[in-house]
C-alpha cells in the first residue's frame, strides 16, 4: 500500500487554503473566470493535486457555499425569523438580516446575484452531493410561511425574493437613499403579506 500523498494537517491546512482562496475569488471574479491556477498557487499545491482534494472546480464553490450555510442560516432565521414577535415582525427581521447578509457577504451576494453559477454546480455534482444543500435557510422560510400565511409559499417566497433583488442595485438608489428605500419597502411588502 502507497502512503498517502499528504498527511492529514497537510490535507487540512490545503483544504482550508483552497476554500479561502476559492470564497474570495468565487467572490470577485465567478466560478469560470477563476482558473485552477489562482486556485492552488496559493495552496502550494500543482493543478493536478487539486483533484485529490475537490473532484472539480464546482465541488470547490458548492462547498464554499455549504460552509457558510450554517452561520447565514443562524443569523438570517434563527437571530432573524425567529425572533419576531409576530408574523409580520418575523418578516421584516428575517428580510433585514438578509439584506445585511447581501451588503455584508460577498459570496451570498455573488449566490443571489448570478443564479447560473449554482446552476452550473448543480449541473456537475451529484444528487446526493446536492441534497447536502438541502434544508437551507430558504427551506426554513418557506415552512414558516406555509405555517403562517395564507396562499402559496412558493408565490409568498417569490415576493420576499423580490425584495432580496433590490440590494443588488442599490447603485442605481444612491447611497444616501438606499437604506430608507429598503425600510419602506420592507415595511410595505410585509404589511401587504400579513393584512
Same mark, same amino acid.
Given at each position: 500500500?502507497?502512503?498517502?500523498?499528504?498527511?492529514?494537517?497537510?490535507?487540512?491546512?490545503?483544504?482550508?487554503?483552497?476554500?479561502?482562496?476559492?470564497?474570495?475569488?468565487?467572490?470577485?471574479?465567478?466560478?469560470?473566470?477563476?482558473?485552477?491556477?489562482?486556485?492552488?498557487?496559493?495552496?502550494?499545491?500543482?493543478?493536478?493535486?487539486?483533484?485529490?482534494?475537490?473532484?472539480?472546480?464546482?465541488?470547490?464553490?458548492?462547498?464554499?457555499?455549504?460552509?457558510?450555510?450554517?452561520?447565514?442560516?443562524?443569523?438570517?432565521?434563527?437571530?432573524?425569523?425567529?425572533?419576531?414577535?409576530?408574523?409580520?415582525?418575523?418578516?421584516?427581521?428575517?428580510?433585514?438580516?438578509?439584506? $445585511?447578509?447581501?451588503?455584508?457577504?460577498?459570496?451570498?451576494?455573488?449566490?443571489?446575484?448570478?443564479?447560473?453559477?449554482?446552476?452550473?454546480?448543480?449541473?456537475?455534482?451529484?444528487?446526493?452531493?446536492?441534497?447536502?444543500?438541502?434544508?437551507?435557510?430558504?427551506?426554513?422560510?418557506?415552512?414558516?410561511?406555509?405555517? $403562517?400565511?395564507?396562499?402559496?409559499?412558493?408565490?409568498?417566497?417569490?415576493?420576499?425574493?423580490?425584495?432580496?433583488?433590490?440590494?443588488?442595485?442599490?447603485?442605481?438608489?444612491?447611497?444616501?437613499?438606499?437604506?430608507?428605500?429598503?425600510?419602506?419597502?420592507?415595511?410595505?411588502?410585509?404589511?401587504?403579506?400579513?393584512?
Amino acid at each position: 500500500m502507497m502512503p498517502p500523498a499528504f498527511s492529514e494537517a497537510e490535507r487540512a491546512r490545503i483544504t482550508e487554503q483552497l476554500l479561502a482562496t476559492a470564497t474570495h475569488l468565487f467572490s470577485t471574479q465567478g466560478l469560470r473566470k477563476t482558473s485552477l491556477d489562482e486556485l492552488t498557487t496559493p495552496a502550494g499545491i500543482a493543478k493536478t493535486s487539486f483533484y485529490a482534494f475537490f473532484t472539480c472546480k464546482e465541488d470547490l464553490y458548492f462547498e464554499a457555499a455549504l460552509r457558510q450555510n450554517e452561520e447565514v442560516r443562524r443569523r438570517v432565521i434563527g437571530e432573524g425569523l425567529h425572533q419576531g414577535a409576530d408574523t409580520r415582525d418575523a418578516l421584516r427581521r428575517f428580510l433585514r438580516a438578509t439584506v $445585511r447578509e447581501l451588503d455584508t457577504n460577498p459570496l451570498y451576494r455573488r449566490l443571489m446575484s448570478h443564479p447560473d453559477e449554482m446552476e452550473a454546480v448543480a449541473a456537475r455534482l451529484t444528487p446526493e452531493r446536492m441534497a447536502a444543500a438541502e434544508g437551507g435557510p430558504m427551506a426554513d422560510l418557506v415552512a414558516f410561511l406555509g405555517e $403562517r400565511l395564507d396562499g402559496d409559499p412558493h408565490v409568498l417566497l417569490g415576493v420576499l425574493r423580490a425584495v432580496l433583488l433590490t440590494p443588488l442595485h442599490a447603485g442605481h438608489l444612491g447611497a444616501d437613499l438606499y437604506p430608507t428605500v429598503m425600510e419602506r419597502l420592507i415595511d410595505a411588502v410585509t404589511e401587504g403579506l400579513t393584512s
